[in-house]
Structure formats: C-alpha cells, structure tokens
C-alpha cells in the first residue's frame, strides 16, 4: 500500500517540459507588459517633463477643474491667477494639463 502512494507521486514518462508547462504565465506576462505597463510608464514620463517644463504664463487645468494662468513658479507648487483678483497656490503635481497656446 506504501509503495503505491509513493509511485503516485511519481511523474508519468513523457511529462512535458517545465518551460512549456510555464510558457502560457510567461506570454500572460509579456503581454501586460507590452500593453499595460510600458504605456503606462511612457505616459508618466511625459507628464514629469510636462510639470517640469511649467513656467510663468502657461495656462494650465489642475486636476480638480481649476482653470489659472501660472504666475509664479516654487520647486513644488506654482501660484495660479484665477481671475483678476483671485490666486491660488496648488501643487506642480495637481497640474492635470498645460492648455496650447492657440
């Protein structure tokens, strides 16, 4: 009875490659990559050069919806004008999008 539970453990002959057992995981792996991660760090690239190319009189929309003209630049927020009288000091990193200039 013994010797039979040790023989089940056994692998059966012929069984297949380890690397073609993983093979699939792998390719699951590769794509995620290539579709997921890859644009996704390439999209965080461009918005660190966006927020540190920001310089006074950019016009900008944080990421709350707040639309402002950059008045004033700091190493990590900028000060916004909102309207004629009205600023507001957010930081670079709330900074959603730099609006063309056309």
Do not use: C
Not at 6 to 34: H, K
Not at 58 to 79: A, N
Not at 85 to 101: G, I, P, Q, Y
Request: aromatic share 8%; glycine share 6%; proline share 5%.
């Amino acid at each position: 009875m013994w010797y039979n539970i040790l023989l089940a453990g056994q692998p059966a002959e012929g069984a297949p490659n380890p690397l073609v057992t993983f093979l699939p995981l792998i390719l699951i792996f590769v794509v995620f990559y290539f579709f997921l991660i890859r644009p996704q760090k390439k999209k965080e690239e461009q918005r660190q050069k966006m927020i540190a190319a920001l310089k006074k009189g950019d016009k900008v929309v944080t990421i709350g919806g707040i639309h402002g003209t950059v008045t004033q630049v700091d190493d990590t927020s900028i000060l916004l004008q909102v309207d004629s009288n009205t600023k507001l000091r957010v930081e670079k990193s709330a900074v959603a999008s730099v609006l063309s200039k056309d």
